[in-house]
């Protein structure tokens, strides 16, 4: 009897300690939905509350209702809890009374009950939000997204506002010395988001870069800070797991022209996270243990430079809620001190091409790795203390050219930072589409002797390496080329016990003469430029997706292959519309290989939940190198075939790949490609574009 008894309590208490197990596992699994997971993660992108003049947040109605229901669930499910200990108290300590015993087990029926109400609740609450676009994960709802696709808020300043930064989107294995650039579409007000913090009246720079106790917290301008903490308003660079600010941001920037409409301003900035006041060096991101994610977001407290209009935000034509910018990437546990060489030149060295390249050309020098902007942009001349060549201001590139003037133009980063490309920007001639062709100066000095037809003259240039420290490639700061992570220039790529060449540079080191520099670790190359207008327009031969291609994957390459090496900066000028029109547009910066024929295009996942047609554009702003237009606009026509993404190969030279090409075979401006057809322009693009829209709903 005593035994049976047992059993009983046993039963009375397993069946209690289930209820109570069920009841707890609920309550937490709703509670943890109330813990929004990291606003700048992947799921949260665009729901992160952004700062505004009255201090309210922008958080989306959808997601506030969401809240709401879930701390009503979770207040629920604690009541819950307490009827279910209570009906448990009552029936451990009945000692044989039945009508205690009725009370427990009403109480426990009762709950049950109400469990199962909640869980219906619950599930028809889940079902209508992912309906609203509330998505579920885990808990109830974490992200705010428009229905069937993806969020990305934010993220379309990437080729609308940001032109590029790096660590590019997304980035793994990110060296944890790095430095972090940006680069935006138009020039920015430097005095709306950066302090003079060394005190010395010039914004974006460092003082005492010559002495051995630089430091880089305590000599170089600061990136504004609110209430001494880095804030999203500005500039913000921060852990993404825990939302940990890095201590400061110094800042580092100069003044270049943009080649597409040649304004003089700051467009890309160069930050040194500062994880260690107290360390010269500033300290490294990450730790030596794991990988370490961090997102940098830039806010609508950054103004451009632009006094007509008052300037304006930098985001002030962005889409309602998207006055910001933000991206992740994940530092490696490793630091980098691997050199950066070149691995490309335009024009090729007079040894590769003896007879010359036409003087419309662009000049580009192509790295291993992204490079530090610093001392690398800008525009050459001939004040130089150097007599006899032409230097970059900075004295950081040299050109010289014995009957040539000084090349008029400048320098840009563009590639991702991984190719140097020289615009000139002395006219003197005009393309198919009536735009200027711009040449380096051949042969124009006064007295000059050129013979030959056509008359030449060869150019010299070299880039200078950076200092290096204790033998090793650690470079001393802003003392020449260097990567990323500052490490020297290794001008010949043939240091392979990891040390710079026996007659690289040390902090000591000065070299007075030109050609005195022609030597490791500093690149240098001759090239000669003929008296002649290359005015060849490029075409696509290959396109990847092709034509009409359908059911492409979501991550799937976008790519350009041309006839041509092109322009590296015109890539940007490459456009993609959506249809229909997606709230957030498509992030994208392009990507060009080291052939330079190439335009690969990353960009966001194309939406492979719903259908969603995506027209790129390529207009006659895409240029090659000899700044030749992309018209008449041959490319390849008609859809690709089932079940394939490229294009067929188009090459109106062969004969038997001319039939693949949408030919424009006038060179009159009236006629281009559409969509694989050839068609008027009567009305230009927007005909077609349109056209498109209406054969593809």
Not at 381 to 408: C, E, H, M, Q, R
Request: hydrophobic share 35%; aromatic share 10%; proline share 6%.
């Amino acid at each position: 009897m005593l035994q049976w008894l047992s059993k009983i309590r046993f039963l009375k208490t397993a069946t209690i300690l289930g209820l109570f197990l069920v009841a707890v596992f609920f309550v937490f699994n709703t509670a943890s939905a109330q813990s929004v997971a990291d606003p700048n993660g992947t799921v949260l992108q665009g729901v992160k509350i952004i700062e505004q003049p009255l201090g309210l947040p922008t958080l989306d109605i959808r997601l506030i209702i969401a809240r709401i229901i879930r701390v009503a669930l979770s207040l629920v499910g604690i009541v819950l809890v307490c009827l279910m200990i209570y009906a448990g108290y009552l029936w451990m300590t009945a000692g044989g009374n039945d009508e205690q015993i009725t009370q427990s087990k009403s109480i426990i029926r009762n709950a049950v009950i109400g469990l199962a109400i909640i869980l219906s609740a619950y599930s028809i609450v889940s079902y209508i939000m992912k309906i609203l676009g509330v998505q579920d994960s885990g808990g109830l709802a974490t992200a705010v997204y428009a229905p069937g696709t993806q969020n990305f808020t934010g993220s379309g300043a990437l080729g609308k506002v940001v032109k590029d930064h790096y660590p590019a989107r997304n980035q793994k294995d990110v060296p944890r010395n790095t430095k972090i650039v940006i680069t935006f579409k138009r020039p920015v007000l430097l005095s709306s988001f950066v302090e003079d913090y060394n005190h010395n009246n010039i914004l974006g720079d460092c003082i005492n870069t010559n002495s051995s106790n630089f430091n880089w917290f305590n000599d170089c301008d600061h990136v504004v800070s609110s209430t001494g903490k880095l804030s999203d308003k500005y500039i913000n660079v921060s852990q993404s797991d825990n939302g940990q600010s890095v201590q400061a941001l110094v800042i580092t920037a100069t003044t270049t022209v943009n080649p597409v409409n040649n304004i003089a301003g700051i467009y890309t900035i160069v930050l040194k996270p500062i994880v260690d006041s107290t360390n010269p060096k500033g300290g490294y991101l990450g730790n030596e243990n794991n990988m370490v994610p961090y997102t940098v977001h830039l806010g609508d407290g950054i103004l451009a430079d632009d006094d007509t209009n008052g300037n304006p935000s930098i985001f002030q034509n962005q889409n309602v809620g998207n006055n910001f910018y933000f991206w992740q990437f994940t530092c490696s546990n490793l630091l980098d001190n691997e050199p950066p060489y070149v691995t490309s030149v335009f024009p090729n060295s007079i040894n590769a091409n003896p007879g010359g390249e036409a003087k419309n050309s662009v000049i580009q020098i192509s790295f291993s790795e992204p490079m530090d902007p610093t001392d690398m942009q800008g525009s050459f001349s001939s004040t130089s203390v150097y007599a006899g060549y032409y230097a970059l201001s900075g004295n950081k590139i040299f050109s010289k050219a014995t009957k040539s003037s000084v090349p008029l133009g400048n320098f840009n980063l563009v590639n991702n930072y991984q190719t140097l490309e020289f615009t000139p920007n002395l006219e003197c001639a005009k393309n198919a589409c009536g735009n200027p062709i711009y040449c380096l100066p051949v042969c124009d000095q006064p007295g000059a002797n050129c013979t030959g037809d056509p008359k030449s003259d060869d150019y010299q240039l070299l880039l200078e390496a950076a200092k290096t420290l204790a033998g090793s490639f650690e470079s001393v700061p802003f003392s020449g080329l260097a990567d990323m992570s500052g490490n020297a220039l290794d001008g010949n790529n043939v240091a392979l016990d990891g040390k710079p060449d026996g007659q690289a540079q040390t902090a000591t080191t000065t070299l007075p003469v030109f050609d005195n520099w022609k030597h490791p670790d500093n690149y240098f190359w001759t090239f000669k430029l003929k008296d002649e207008i290359d005015k060849t327009s490029p075409i696509i031969n290959k396109i990847t997706p092709g034509v009409k291609a359908q059911n492409v994957p979501k991550d799937a390459g976008l790519s350009l292959t041309f006839s041509k090496r092109m322009r590296a900066n015109s890539a940007y000028e490459i456009d993609i519309q959506e249809w229909p029109v997606n709230a957030i547009p498509l992030w994208k910066v392009p990507f060009i290989d080291f052939s330079y024929q190439t335009f690969n295009i990353n960009h966001g996942p194309f939406l492979d939940n719903k259908v969603q047609n995506y027209i790129p554009i390529v207009s006659s702003s895409v240029e090659d190198a000899h700044f030749n237009c992309f018209y008449p606009g041959v490319g390849p026509k008609d859809a690709v075939p089932n079940g394939t993404l490229d294009s067929l190969v188009c090459d109106p030279t062969v004969p038997a790949l001319a039939a693949n090409c949408c030919d424009a075979k006038d060179e009159t401006n009236t006629e281009f490609c559409c969509n694989g057809v050839l068609i008027s322009k009567t009305n230009g693009v927007n005909q077609c574009i349109n056209g498109l829209k209406a054969t593809y709903p």
